[in-house]
Protein backbone atom coordinates (compact mmCIF):
# COMPACT_ATOMS: atom_id res chain seq x y z
CA UNK A 1 0.00 0.00 0.00
CA UNK A 2 1.26 3.63 -1.02
CA UNK A 3 2.01 5.99 1.39
CA UNK A 4 0.80 8.59 -0.52
CA UNK A 5 -2.94 8.53 -2.28
CA UNK A 6 -2.85 9.08 -6.03
CA UNK A 7 -4.20 12.38 -5.38
CA UNK A 8 -1.37 13.26 -3.35
CA UNK A 9 1.30 11.58 -6.16
CA UNK A 10 0.02 13.70 -8.73
CA UNK A 11 -0.14 16.76 -6.44
CA UNK A 12 3.90 16.48 -5.75
CA UNK A 13 4.43 15.78 -9.37
CA UNK A 14 2.75 18.55 -10.50
CA UNK A 15 4.62 20.90 -7.46
CA UNK A 16 7.85 19.80 -8.59
CA UNK A 17 7.25 20.11 -12.37
CA UNK A 18 6.16 23.97 -11.73
CA UNK A 19 10.06 25.17 -11.57
CA UNK A 20 10.78 24.42 -15.23
CA UNK A 21 9.31 26.83 -18.48
CA UNK A 22 6.02 25.58 -20.05
CA UNK A 23 8.25 23.60 -23.18
CA UNK A 24 10.13 21.38 -20.79
CA UNK A 25 7.39 21.04 -18.45
CA UNK A 26 4.80 19.49 -20.96
CA UNK A 27 8.02 17.25 -21.88
CA UNK A 28 8.90 16.14 -18.17
CA UNK A 29 5.14 15.57 -16.84
CA UNK A 30 5.05 12.74 -19.94
CA UNK A 31 8.35 11.01 -17.87
CA UNK A 32 6.33 10.83 -14.39
CA UNK A 33 3.03 8.63 -12.93
CA UNK A 34 1.52 7.47 -10.21
CA UNK A 35 1.21 3.70 -10.77
CA UNK A 36 -1.79 2.48 -11.65
CA UNK A 37 -2.71 -1.29 -11.36
CA UNK A 38 -5.98 -0.63 -13.73
CA UNK A 39 -3.83 -0.29 -16.56
CA UNK A 40 -1.87 -3.06 -18.50
CA UNK A 41 0.26 -1.10 -20.96
CA UNK A 42 2.61 2.09 -19.08
CA UNK A 43 2.83 3.40 -22.40
CA UNK A 44 -0.80 5.06 -21.60
CA UNK A 45 0.92 6.45 -18.41
CA UNK A 46 4.75 7.16 -18.89
CA UNK A 47 6.90 7.79 -21.84
CA UNK A 48 10.49 6.09 -21.73
CA UNK A 49 13.17 5.72 -24.19
CA UNK A 50 13.35 9.66 -25.39
CA UNK A 51 16.18 11.70 -25.69
CA UNK A 52 16.88 13.44 -22.55
CA UNK A 53 15.98 17.17 -22.02
CA UNK A 54 18.88 19.62 -22.26
CA UNK A 55 20.35 21.30 -19.69
CA UNK A 56 18.97 19.36 -17.12
CA UNK A 57 21.53 16.86 -14.90
CA UNK A 58 20.78 13.49 -16.66
CA UNK A 59 22.46 9.98 -15.28
CA UNK A 60 22.68 8.19 -17.81
CA UNK A 61 25.44 6.94 -19.81
CA UNK A 62 26.02 6.41 -23.64
CA UNK A 63 26.00 3.69 -26.24
CA UNK A 64 30.04 3.01 -25.32
CA UNK A 65 29.05 2.41 -22.06
CA UNK A 66 26.33 0.06 -22.74
CA UNK A 67 28.83 -2.26 -25.19
CA UNK A 68 31.77 -1.53 -23.52
CA UNK A 69 31.12 -1.73 -20.10
CA UNK A 70 28.30 -4.17 -19.65
CA UNK A 71 27.44 -6.40 -22.48
CA UNK A 72 31.14 -7.47 -24.01
CA UNK A 73 33.92 -5.85 -21.14
CA UNK A 74 32.75 -8.76 -18.65
CA UNK A 75 34.01 -11.41 -21.19
CA UNK A 76 36.90 -12.54 -19.85
CA UNK A 77 39.15 -14.07 -22.42
CA UNK A 78 38.38 -11.62 -25.07
CA UNK A 79 40.41 -8.42 -25.48
CA UNK A 80 37.97 -5.39 -25.64
CA UNK A 81 40.06 -2.66 -27.30
CA UNK A 82 38.68 0.92 -26.74
CA UNK A 83 39.16 2.37 -30.00
CA UNK A 84 39.20 6.50 -29.78
CA UNK A 85 40.62 8.48 -27.22
CA UNK A 86 42.24 6.86 -24.20
CA UNK A 87 39.23 8.39 -21.37
CA UNK A 88 36.00 6.27 -22.25
CA UNK A 89 38.54 3.31 -22.34
CA UNK A 90 39.91 4.23 -18.46
CA UNK A 91 37.01 5.57 -17.14
CA UNK A 92 34.68 2.13 -18.30
CA UNK A 93 37.37 -0.05 -17.20
CA UNK A 94 37.08 -2.11 -13.69
CA UNK A 95 33.60 -0.09 -12.75
CA UNK A 96 31.76 -2.43 -12.05
CA UNK A 97 33.21 -5.34 -10.11
CA UNK A 98 32.66 -8.16 -12.62
CA UNK A 99 34.07 -10.64 -11.02
CA UNK A 100 36.06 -13.62 -12.70
CA UNK A 101 38.12 -16.52 -11.89
CA UNK A 102 41.48 -16.17 -13.98
CA UNK A 103 44.97 -14.68 -14.21
CA UNK A 104 44.98 -11.08 -15.08
CA UNK A 105 47.26 -10.33 -18.37
CA UNK A 106 47.50 -13.95 -19.30
CA UNK A 107 44.06 -15.37 -19.78
CA UNK A 108 41.68 -12.67 -18.46
CA UNK A 109 41.59 -9.46 -19.28
CA UNK A 110 38.63 -7.80 -17.58
CA UNK A 111 40.03 -5.24 -15.84
CA UNK A 112 42.56 -3.96 -18.01
CA UNK A 113 42.53 -1.24 -20.33
CA UNK A 114 43.32 -1.80 -24.32
CA UNK A 115 42.93 1.60 -26.12
CA UNK A 116 43.89 3.33 -29.43
CA UNK A 117 44.59 6.16 -27.66
CA UNK A 118 43.58 8.43 -30.56
CA UNK A 119 45.65 12.06 -30.83
CA UNK A 120 45.05 14.60 -33.09
CA UNK A 121 46.83 13.24 -36.34
CA UNK A 122 43.74 9.98 -36.11
CA UNK A 123 41.62 12.33 -36.02
CA UNK A 124 43.06 13.73 -39.43
CA UNK A 125 44.33 11.06 -41.54
CA UNK A 126 42.16 8.47 -39.55
CA UNK A 127 43.40 5.08 -36.89
CA UNK A 128 42.56 1.88 -39.02
CA UNK A 129 46.31 1.37 -39.48
CA UNK A 130 46.93 2.26 -35.90
CA UNK A 131 43.76 -0.32 -35.14
CA UNK A 132 45.23 -3.07 -37.05
CA UNK A 133 49.17 -2.33 -35.53
CA UNK A 134 47.21 -2.50 -31.83
CA UNK A 135 45.83 -5.86 -32.87
CA UNK A 136 49.27 -7.50 -33.50
CA UNK A 137 50.87 -6.22 -30.48
CA UNK A 138 48.16 -7.74 -28.84
CA UNK A 139 48.78 -11.22 -30.45
CA UNK A 140 52.36 -10.61 -29.79
CA UNK A 141 51.72 -9.17 -26.05
CA UNK A 142 48.80 -11.53 -25.13
CA UNK A 143 48.25 -14.44 -27.13
CA UNK A 144 46.32 -16.63 -25.04
CA UNK A 145 43.55 -13.95 -25.77
CA UNK A 146 40.57 -16.08 -27.45
CA UNK A 147 39.30 -12.53 -29.40
CA UNK A 148 38.91 -9.44 -29.48
CA UNK A 149 36.18 -6.72 -29.88
CA UNK A 150 36.73 -3.19 -31.23
CA UNK A 151 34.88 -0.86 -29.04
CA UNK A 152 33.92 2.28 -31.03
CA UNK A 153 34.01 5.00 -29.36
CA UNK A 154 32.34 9.01 -30.63
CA UNK A 155 35.45 9.72 -32.92
CA UNK A 156 35.53 6.56 -35.08
CA UNK A 157 32.13 7.30 -36.18
CA UNK A 158 32.86 11.00 -36.83
CA UNK A 159 35.91 10.19 -38.90
CA UNK A 160 34.58 7.13 -40.34
CA UNK A 161 37.30 4.31 -39.61
CA UNK A 162 36.58 1.34 -41.16
CA UNK A 163 36.89 -1.31 -38.17
CA UNK A 164 34.83 -4.05 -40.00
CA UNK A 165 37.64 -4.26 -42.79
CA UNK A 166 40.16 -4.28 -40.00
CA UNK A 167 38.41 -7.04 -37.80
CA UNK A 168 37.74 -9.35 -41.23
CA UNK A 169 41.24 -9.02 -42.01
CA UNK A 170 42.46 -9.36 -38.12
CA UNK A 171 40.21 -12.54 -37.75
CA UNK A 172 41.82 -14.35 -41.13
CA UNK A 173 45.76 -13.26 -39.63
CA UNK A 174 45.27 -14.25 -36.43
CA UNK A 175 42.45 -17.12 -36.92
CA UNK A 176 40.36 -15.68 -33.57
CA UNK A 177 37.34 -14.15 -33.51
CA UNK A 178 37.81 -9.88 -33.91
CA UNK A 179 34.36 -8.56 -33.73
CA UNK A 180 33.82 -4.93 -34.84
CA UNK A 181 30.99 -3.07 -32.61
CA UNK A 182 29.81 0.60 -33.57
CA UNK A 183 29.00 1.15 -30.25
CA UNK A 184 30.02 4.98 -30.62
CA UNK A 185 28.33 7.12 -27.79
CA UNK A 186 26.56 9.61 -29.83
CA UNK A 187 23.94 6.69 -31.20
CA UNK A 188 20.72 6.71 -29.34
CA UNK A 189 19.89 7.80 -26.50
CA UNK A 190 21.18 6.53 -23.68
CA UNK A 191 23.55 3.11 -23.01
CA UNK A 192 20.29 0.97 -23.94
CA UNK A 193 21.23 1.35 -27.46
CA UNK A 194 24.64 -0.07 -26.39
CA UNK A 195 23.10 -2.82 -25.08
CA UNK A 196 21.24 -3.46 -28.78
CA UNK A 197 24.16 -2.65 -30.66
CA UNK A 198 26.57 -5.43 -28.98
CA UNK A 199 23.84 -7.77 -28.75
CA UNK A 200 23.87 -7.55 -32.79
CA UNK A 201 27.72 -7.99 -32.76
CA UNK A 202 27.66 -11.05 -30.91
CA UNK A 203 24.48 -12.50 -33.44
CA UNK A 204 26.92 -11.26 -36.60
CA UNK A 205 30.16 -11.80 -35.61
CA UNK A 206 30.51 -14.47 -33.22
CA UNK A 207 27.31 -16.39 -32.25
CA UNK A 208 27.28 -18.76 -34.96
CA UNK A 209 31.07 -19.81 -35.24
CA UNK A 210 30.01 -23.37 -33.69
CA UNK A 211 26.62 -24.05 -35.16
CA UNK A 212 28.16 -26.93 -37.03
CA UNK A 213 30.42 -28.25 -34.61
CA UNK A 214 28.71 -31.38 -32.75
CA UNK A 215 31.24 -32.60 -30.72
CA UNK A 216 30.17 -30.55 -27.91
CA UNK A 217 28.46 -33.26 -26.16
CA UNK A 218 24.81 -31.86 -24.81
CA UNK A 219 22.42 -32.91 -22.17
CA UNK A 220 18.51 -32.28 -21.64
CA UNK A 221 19.30 -30.31 -19.07
CA UNK A 222 21.55 -27.61 -20.62
CA UNK A 223 20.66 -24.22 -19.30
CA UNK A 224 22.50 -20.51 -20.06
CA UNK A 225 22.88 -17.70 -17.87
CA UNK A 226 22.19 -14.33 -19.87
CA UNK A 227 22.32 -10.86 -18.82
CA UNK A 228 24.02 -11.51 -15.27
CA UNK A 229 27.40 -9.70 -14.94
CA UNK A 230 28.27 -11.62 -11.87
CA UNK A 231 28.59 -8.25 -9.90
CA UNK A 232 30.29 -8.96 -6.41
CA UNK A 233 29.32 -12.78 -7.78
CA UNK A 234 26.15 -12.95 -8.30
CA UNK A 235 26.07 -15.14 -11.26
CA UNK A 236 28.44 -17.61 -9.15
CA UNK A 237 25.46 -17.14 -6.44
CA UNK A 238 22.87 -17.91 -8.69
CA UNK A 239 24.32 -20.92 -10.71
CA UNK A 240 24.73 -22.87 -7.36
CA UNK A 241 21.30 -22.96 -7.39
CA UNK A 242 21.14 -23.93 -10.68
CA UNK A 243 23.63 -27.03 -10.67
CA UNK A 244 21.40 -27.97 -7.07
CA UNK A 245 18.54 -28.24 -8.94
CA UNK A 246 19.79 -30.69 -11.62
CA UNK A 247 20.55 -28.36 -14.28
CA UNK A 248 23.71 -27.83 -16.10
CA UNK A 249 24.75 -24.35 -17.05
CA UNK A 250 26.87 -24.56 -20.59
CA UNK A 251 27.48 -20.32 -20.62
CA UNK A 252 27.12 -17.39 -18.27
CA UNK A 253 26.95 -13.54 -20.35
CA UNK A 254 28.89 -12.20 -19.63
CA UNK A 255 29.86 -12.06 -16.11
CA UNK A 256 33.25 -14.64 -15.89
CA UNK A 257 32.08 -15.48 -19.73
CA UNK A 258 34.09 -16.78 -22.69
CA UNK A 259 33.80 -16.74 -26.19
CA UNK A 260 32.99 -20.56 -26.35
CA UNK A 261 31.01 -20.25 -24.10
CA UNK A 262 28.29 -17.41 -26.07
CA UNK A 263 29.70 -19.61 -29.00
CA UNK A 264 27.91 -22.84 -27.14
CA UNK A 265 24.78 -21.16 -25.99
CA UNK A 266 22.42 -22.31 -29.18
CA UNK A 267 23.26 -25.47 -28.10
CA UNK A 268 21.00 -25.33 -24.92
CA UNK A 269 17.46 -25.71 -24.12
CA UNK A 270 16.38 -22.81 -22.15
CA UNK A 271 18.05 -19.05 -21.99
CA UNK A 272 17.26 -17.74 -18.90
CA UNK A 273 17.39 -13.81 -18.75
CA UNK A 274 18.52 -11.82 -15.65
CA UNK A 275 18.88 -8.83 -17.14
CA UNK A 276 16.00 -8.11 -19.62
CA UNK A 277 16.96 -4.90 -20.95
CA UNK A 278 20.28 -5.54 -21.89
CA UNK A 279 19.98 -9.33 -23.39
CA UNK A 280 16.64 -9.56 -24.80
CA UNK A 281 17.61 -9.09 -28.15
CA UNK A 282 19.79 -11.93 -28.09
CA UNK A 283 17.84 -14.47 -26.22
CA UNK A 284 14.80 -13.12 -28.80
CA UNK A 285 17.12 -14.12 -31.74
CA UNK A 286 18.37 -17.52 -30.70
CA UNK A 287 14.16 -18.68 -29.84
CA UNK A 288 13.86 -17.34 -33.63
CA UNK A 289 16.77 -18.68 -35.09
CA UNK A 290 17.57 -21.91 -32.97
CA UNK A 291 14.31 -22.60 -31.57
CA UNK A 292 15.61 -21.82 -27.84
CA UNK A 293 12.68 -20.96 -25.27
CA UNK A 294 13.40 -18.29 -22.67
CA UNK A 295 12.69 -16.92 -19.25
CA UNK A 296 13.01 -13.58 -17.53
CA UNK A 297 13.93 -14.59 -13.91
CA UNK A 298 14.62 -13.27 -10.46
CA UNK A 299 16.92 -14.00 -7.85
CA UNK A 300 16.52 -11.32 -5.64
CA UNK A 301 14.92 -11.90 -2.02
CA UNK A 302 13.60 -15.86 -1.39
CA UNK A 303 10.04 -15.26 -2.46
CA UNK A 304 10.81 -14.39 -5.56
CA UNK A 305 13.81 -16.77 -6.21
CA UNK A 306 10.91 -19.70 -5.03
CA UNK A 307 9.06 -18.12 -7.45
CA UNK A 308 12.14 -18.32 -10.49
CA UNK A 309 12.83 -21.80 -9.52
CA UNK A 310 9.63 -23.67 -9.84
CA UNK A 311 9.08 -21.76 -12.80
CA UNK A 312 12.42 -22.60 -14.38
CA UNK A 313 11.71 -26.26 -13.11
CA UNK A 314 8.57 -26.23 -15.12
CA UNK A 315 10.37 -26.44 -18.49
CA UNK A 316 11.97 -29.52 -17.29
CA UNK A 317 10.49 -33.15 -16.52
CA UNK A 318 9.36 -34.23 -12.91
CA UNK A 319 12.66 -34.84 -11.55
CA UNK A 320 13.88 -31.50 -11.89
CA UNK A 321 10.78 -29.87 -10.36
CA UNK A 322 11.40 -32.30 -7.35
CA UNK A 323 14.80 -31.36 -7.00
CA UNK A 324 13.64 -27.52 -7.42
CA UNK A 325 11.49 -28.19 -4.36
CA UNK A 326 14.22 -29.69 -2.24
CA UNK A 327 16.42 -26.87 -3.21
CA UNK A 328 14.24 -24.95 -2.07
CA UNK A 329 12.93 -26.80 1.25
CA UNK A 330 17.16 -26.93 1.81
CA UNK A 331 16.94 -23.30 2.36
CA UNK A 332 14.09 -22.13 3.82
CA UNK A 333 15.35 -22.53 7.62
CA UNK A 334 18.26 -20.10 6.18
CA UNK A 335 16.19 -17.42 5.05
CA UNK A 336 13.31 -17.69 7.80
CA UNK A 337 16.79 -16.73 10.67
CA UNK A 338 17.55 -14.25 8.10
CA UNK A 339 14.31 -12.69 7.76
CA UNK A 340 13.43 -13.18 11.97
CA UNK A 341 17.16 -11.12 12.71
CA UNK A 342 16.77 -8.57 10.19
CA UNK A 343 12.98 -8.00 9.40
CA UNK A 344 12.05 -6.61 12.87
CA UNK A 345 14.99 -3.65 12.62
CA UNK A 346 13.74 -2.90 9.13
CA UNK A 347 9.81 -3.17 9.44
CA UNK A 348 7.75 -0.42 7.90
CA UNK A 349 10.88 1.62 6.59
CA UNK A 350 10.71 3.14 3.23
CA UNK A 351 12.92 2.78 -0.17
CA UNK A 352 13.47 4.81 -2.79
CA UNK A 353 15.15 3.36 -5.92
CA UNK A 354 16.70 4.70 -8.97
CA UNK A 355 18.97 2.62 -11.00
CA UNK A 356 19.73 0.95 -14.33
CA UNK A 357 19.03 -2.27 -15.70
CA UNK A 358 16.71 -4.82 -14.07
CA UNK A 359 16.87 -3.78 -10.81
CA UNK A 360 14.51 -0.58 -10.08
CA UNK A 361 11.75 -3.65 -10.08
CA UNK A 362 13.39 -7.30 -9.12
CA UNK A 363 15.11 -5.90 -6.11
CA UNK A 364 11.57 -4.76 -4.80
CA UNK A 365 10.66 -8.38 -3.51
CA UNK A 366 13.42 -8.39 -1.75
CA UNK A 367 12.65 -5.41 0.51
CA UNK A 368 9.50 -6.64 0.91
CA UNK A 369 10.66 -10.24 2.56
CA UNK A 370 12.36 -7.96 4.82
CA UNK A 371 8.81 -5.84 5.33
CA UNK A 372 10.11 -2.58 4.09
CA UNK A 373 7.89 -0.76 1.08
CA UNK A 374 9.08 0.76 -2.23
CA UNK A 375 7.85 3.97 -2.58
CA UNK A 376 9.08 4.87 -5.64
CA UNK A 377 11.31 3.67 -8.82
CA UNK A 378 12.47 4.04 -11.51
CA UNK A 379 14.74 3.66 -15.04
CA UNK A 380 17.68 5.85 -16.21
CA UNK A 381 17.46 3.93 -19.76
CA UNK A 382 13.80 1.64 -19.75
CA UNK A 383 11.99 1.01 -22.54
CA UNK A 384 8.33 0.79 -21.84
CA UNK A 385 8.02 -3.39 -21.58
CA UNK A 386 10.30 -2.70 -18.96
CA UNK A 387 7.76 -0.30 -16.73
CA UNK A 388 5.04 -3.15 -18.31
CA UNK A 389 6.40 -5.29 -15.57
CA UNK A 390 7.53 -2.61 -13.18
CA UNK A 391 3.78 -1.20 -12.60
CA UNK A 392 2.56 -4.89 -11.39
CA UNK A 393 5.55 -4.97 -9.04
CA UNK A 394 5.04 -1.48 -7.38
CA UNK A 395 2.20 -0.48 -5.12
CA UNK A 396 -0.49 1.71 -6.61
CA UNK A 397 -0.50 4.92 -7.35
CA UNK A 398 3.45 4.26 -6.32
CA UNK A 399 5.83 6.85 -7.80
CA UNK A 400 6.94 5.97 -10.86
CA UNK A 401 10.11 8.33 -12.71
CA UNK A 402 11.75 7.68 -15.69
CA UNK A 403 14.71 9.52 -16.46
CA UNK A 404 14.63 11.21 -13.39
CA UNK A 405 16.36 14.54 -13.45
CA UNK A 406 18.98 15.54 -10.37
CA UNK A 407 16.35 18.33 -9.26
CA UNK A 408 13.26 16.17 -9.39
CA UNK A 409 14.98 13.51 -7.35
CA UNK A 410 15.85 15.74 -4.70
CA UNK A 411 12.49 16.96 -4.42
CA UNK A 412 10.97 14.09 -4.68
CA UNK A 413 12.57 12.68 -1.86
CA UNK A 414 12.43 15.69 0.77
CA UNK A 415 8.72 15.47 -0.23
CA UNK A 416 7.97 11.43 0.44
CA UNK A 417 10.98 11.48 3.02
CA UNK A 418 12.29 8.26 2.43
CA UNK A 419 14.82 6.20 5.54
CA UNK A 420 16.54 4.66 2.73
CA UNK A 421 17.35 5.53 -0.98
CA UNK A 422 19.32 2.71 -3.48
CA UNK A 423 21.04 4.64 -6.36
CA UNK A 424 23.67 5.32 -8.13
CA UNK A 425 27.28 6.45 -7.07
CA UNK A 426 26.70 9.69 -9.13
CA UNK A 427 23.40 10.42 -6.06
CA UNK A 428 25.55 8.88 -3.65
CA UNK A 429 27.12 11.36 -2.10
CA UNK A 430 24.41 14.11 -2.80
CA UNK A 431 21.83 12.21 -0.73
CA UNK A 432 24.71 11.01 2.00
CA UNK A 433 25.27 14.74 2.79
CA UNK A 434 21.76 15.10 3.54
CA UNK A 435 21.75 13.20 6.33
CA UNK A 436 20.05 9.86 4.11
CA UNK A 437 21.05 6.37 4.30
CA UNK A 438 21.93 5.07 0.85
CA UNK A 439 23.42 1.96 -1.04
CA UNK A 440 25.07 2.35 -4.31
CA UNK A 441 22.54 -0.58 -5.92
CA UNK A 442 24.22 -0.52 -9.31
CA UNK A 443 27.70 -2.16 -7.78
CA UNK A 444 26.25 -3.61 -4.32
CA UNK A 445 28.50 -0.42 -2.84
CA UNK A 446 31.65 -2.66 -2.79
CA UNK A 447 29.67 -5.59 -1.27
CA UNK A 448 27.46 -9.24 -2.72
CA UNK A 449 26.89 -11.31 -4.05
CA UNK A 450 23.21 -9.88 -3.28
CA UNK A 451 21.62 -13.11 -5.92
CA UNK A 452 19.91 -16.16 -4.21
CA UNK A 453 19.36 -17.13 -1.13
CA UNK A 454 22.99 -16.99 0.53
CA UNK A 455 22.91 -13.23 -1.52
CA UNK A 456 19.91 -12.31 0.45
CA UNK A 457 21.49 -12.99 3.76
CA UNK A 458 24.42 -10.59 2.51
CA UNK A 459 21.43 -8.03 1.07
CA UNK A 460 19.62 -7.68 4.24
CA UNK A 461 22.85 -7.50 6.31
CA UNK A 462 23.92 -4.17 4.13
CA UNK A 463 20.08 -2.92 4.38
CA UNK A 464 20.34 -3.07 8.34
CA UNK A 465 23.80 -1.69 8.48
CA UNK A 466 23.30 1.08 6.13
CA UNK A 467 19.72 2.12 7.97
CA UNK A 468 20.55 1.47 11.52
CA UNK A 469 24.09 2.94 10.89
CA UNK A 470 24.91 5.43 14.22
CA UNK A 471 26.33 7.92 12.28
CA UNK A 472 23.04 9.40 10.81
CA UNK A 473 21.91 10.74 14.16
CA UNK A 474 25.37 12.96 13.32
CA UNK A 475 23.58 14.42 10.15
CA UNK A 476 19.88 15.77 9.68
CA UNK A 477 18.17 15.21 6.26
CA UNK A 478 16.00 18.64 5.36
CA UNK A 479 13.24 18.16 6.16
CA UNK A 480 14.35 17.34 10.29
CA UNK A 481 16.44 20.11 10.50
CA UNK A 482 13.19 22.21 9.21
CA UNK A 483 11.40 20.89 11.96
CA UNK A 484 13.55 21.04 14.60
CA UNK A 485 13.64 24.69 13.86
CA UNK A 486 10.07 25.29 13.47
CA UNK A 487 9.85 23.52 17.12
CA UNK A 488 12.21 25.83 18.76
CA UNK A 489 10.75 29.11 16.90
CA UNK A 490 7.17 27.69 18.57
CA UNK A 491 9.15 27.08 21.27
CA UNK A 492 10.43 30.81 22.03
CA UNK A 493 7.43 32.52 20.87
Not at 34 to 55: F, M, R, V, Y
Not at 152 to 161: F, Q
Not at 195 to 224: C, E, G
Not at 408 to 424: R, T
Request: proline letters at 4%.
Amino acid sequence: MSVMSREETEALINEVLEVYPAKAKKDRAKHLTANDHEIEQSKKCITSNKKSLPGVMTIRGCAYAGSRGVVWGPIKDMIHISHGPVGCGQYSRSGRRNYYIGTTGVNAFVTMNFTSDFQEKDIVFGGDKKLAKLIEEIEQLFPLNKGISIQSECPIGLIGDDIEAVAKKSTAATGKTVVPVRCEGFRGVSQSLGHHIANDAIRDWALDKRDDDNSFQTTPYDVAIIGDYNIGGDAWSSRILLEEMGLRVVAQWSGDGTISEMELTPKVKLNLVHCYRSMNYISRHMEEKYGIPWMEYNFFGPTKTDESLRKIASFFDESIQKKAEEVIAKYKAEYDSVIAKYRPRLEGKKVMLYIGGLRPRHVIGAYEDLGMEVVGTGYEFAHNDDYDRTIKEMGNATLIYDDVTGYEFEEFVKKIKPDLIGSGVKEKYIFQKMGIPFRQMHSWDYSGPYHGYDGFAIFARDMDMTLNNPCWKQIQAPWKADAAEEAAVAASA
